[in-house]
């Protein structure tokens, strides 16, 4: 790999798999012949698009969320704070290393939107407010100007009878994008990265390795699938805890198998 080797400002266009080698083109009209082809490229994956025709990204129905990060000044940030509210509500604030604070909202089963962004978030946050307490979520979405609340749509992939070909595999959201409410996506991404690193570096045998790590990783995030399933319908702050305790347990002491290191291969990212 190496620097030299990364390419910038042009995409996935198609890729032409062999036996011995996979030719990737790209949107700049170039190609390149890689012994195995990676689509790390997200929910949208045009990898995914090729290889597994018929399993676009689908909507998370009613799942919508609102986020921004602000400067944390003239705010008292003291405590990382996920809050589990009413009208399946949840939302919460996470200061960031530089002074800024990172807020989210999101809502399970949503209305259809009306209003601003900054108008939809407020009608939603007294659902996180008990009492009046914690006005701090409120304030931070009050403060922040309409133009960097992102809102979202959540989308996610279907279970995908396979993530691999022979020589073309999916990774991270590409392969599992899912609900966010385990705030786990990216972790499993990196996971998806370090098994594959490990599987493909040891063995000449690309169809192998790819099949050994749709293997491990299609039943491993079935189960994802079920766990978070129980987060997202908890229905009380006390059975969120549990099932959140239990999916983070489990990750952590789950980890995808590990094999012997060897030899670096010519890899494709798109
Ligand atoms: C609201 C929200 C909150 C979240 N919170 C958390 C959290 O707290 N913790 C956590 O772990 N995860 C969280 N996630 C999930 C996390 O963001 C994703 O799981 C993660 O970003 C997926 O990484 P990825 O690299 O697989 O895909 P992406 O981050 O989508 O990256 C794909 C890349 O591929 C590029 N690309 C697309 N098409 C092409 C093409 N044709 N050619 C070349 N490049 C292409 C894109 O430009 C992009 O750079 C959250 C997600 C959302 C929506």
Known sequence: MGRDNIRLATGFGAYDEHDDHVTVRSTDGSSEDADVLVGADGAYSAVRAQLLPGFPAQEHAGHQVWRAVIPATGFTVSENRLILGHNRCRGGY????DGHVYWLLN???????TGTRKQQALERVVHLQEDGQDSLLADLIAATPEEQILQN???LVPPLPHWASAR???AGDAAHAMSPHITAGATL?????ALLGRLL???ADVPAALAGYQATQ???YAHVAQLSAAVEHAPTPQEFARHYAAFS???ISRQPQRSEEQPEKHVARA
Do not use: C, K
Not at 107 to 113: A, I, N, R, T
């Open 249 to 251: 347990h489990w990750m």
């Open 94 to 97: 996470v200061r960031t290393y």
């Open 153 to 155: 749509q959540i989308m």
């Open 189 to 193: 991404g990196i996971e998806d990265a």
């Open 168 to 170: 073309v595999v999916l």
């Open 201 to 203: 570096a040891p063995t």
């Open 107 to 113: 809502q399970f089963d949503s209305p259809p939107l």
């Open 218 to 220: 299609i039943p491993r």
